[in-house]
């Protein structure tokens, strides 16, 4: 029987899940948001650059180590831009045009002193989900590509300096004009349920007492983030799983990760053998289990702006408590 052959008939109807192409169930991740239009076709328009930067409506954002000045009020931030003439020197790069034609670029260099007061430098992971849409979108943007330019500095070809070009979003050889692109590592990370709806929780050996979070790794070469989620859940507790299904990315990029969120059903054999190397502990918590265990000060979850916790608190149904 053909595939079109079992389409139900009936007029209106959703097709099957098979050929059904939805969106993400994860939505509005606090790293994942974005308001300012990247304007790649202006990365090597050099007379629109040049008129930009001599523009005094331009902002400019400075990243130094993976920090930026940022403005914390009331459960809110901002971020602190500059003009481009108090611009440090560094690597600069176009983060985009908004709907008023203002244009954003970041640079790659010594952060000023704070403005006033509210004013301090802060990581991304810190000040990401207190941020607007726009400043989150501009800061994590703006992180990635200077932390790449400041660890990526040589050909890997030939071991030459490379010198910045599109706007910093590429690397060029002056010796034998290879290109290079900023890196992302993907990475996935996997909420794991048994038949009874229990929610499968480790805690990684590197971490403190009382941390948990669901099962994370990197995809590795030549694999598929699918095939990556089956075999670290089996590497790091003797579970195996199916129906893997995607949930959503969010840019990680400290330094130069994208996680890609998963649910995964273990429906065979629900007994854990932890690798002792990387997980210190896991186990399986029905809702109220987690619940009890938070309530007591047992466990601790991850942070809200991590994709773990926007998964977990998916599986949970309700606001999570108890963060790191
Ligand atoms: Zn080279």
């Known amino acids: 029987m053909s595939?079109?052959?079992s389409l139900p008939d009936v007029p209106g109807s959703a097709p099957p899940p098979s050929v059904a192409l939805t969106g993400p169930a994860l939505t509005r991740l606090a790293l994942a948001r974005e308001e300012v239009d990247r304007s790649a076709h202006l990365r090597n328009d050099q007379a629109w650059l040049d008129a930009a930067w001599a523009d005094q409506r331009t902002r400019v954002l400075v990243v130094e180590h993976g920090q930026a000045l940022c403005e914390f009020g009331t459960e809110q931030a901002r971020l602190g831009f500059?003009?481009?003439a108090q611009a440090p020197d560094g690597v600069r790069f176009l983060l985009g045009v908004d709907d008023e034609a203002v244009a954003y670029f970041?640079?790659?260099g010594a952060l000023a002193d704070p403005p006033g007061p509210g004013f301090r430098p802060a990581y991304l992971r810190e000040a990401g989900p207190l941020l607007s849409d726009r400043d989150a979108g501009l800061l994590t943007h703006a992180v990635a590509l200077g932390n790449w330019?400041?660890?990526f500095t040589h050909c890997p070809r030939c071991g030459s300096p490379t010198d910045p070009f599109s706007s910093g979003h590429a690397?060029?050889?002056p010796v034998d004009a290879s290109e290079h692109f900023p890196r992302?590592?993907?990475a996935m990370i996997v909420l794991v349920t048994d038949p009874l709806d229990r929610a499968l929780l480790a805690r990684n050996?590197?971490?403190?007492?009382?941390?948990?979070s669901i099962l994370a790794g990197f995809v590795e070469a030549g694999e598929s983030a699918e095939q990556a989620v089956a075999r670290e859940v089996a590497e790091e507790t003797g579970i195996a799983v199916s129906a893997v299904t995607y949930l959503g990315s969010q840019p990680w990029p400290m330094p130069q990760s994208l996680m890609l969120g998963f649910r995964a059903a273990a429906d065979g054999s629900q007994e854990i053998e932890v690798d002792a190397n990387e997980i210190a502990e896991a186990n399986w918590y029905s809702r109220d289990e987690l619940t009890a265990a938070i309530a007591s000060g047992q466990l601790r979850l991850p942070p809200p702006v991590s994709i773990a916790h926007r998964i977990i608190e998916s599986w949970y149904g309700r606001e999570l408590p108890g963060s790191w």
């Open 3 to 5: 595939a079109a052959a």
């Open 82 to 84: 500059v003009a481009p």
């Open 106 to 108: 970041g640079v790659a």
């Open 149 to 151: 330019h400041e660890t």
């Open 171 to 173: 690397r060029r050889c």
């Open 184 to 186: 992302v590592d993907p």
């Open 205 to 212: 050996a590197l971490w403190p007492e009382r941390r948990v």
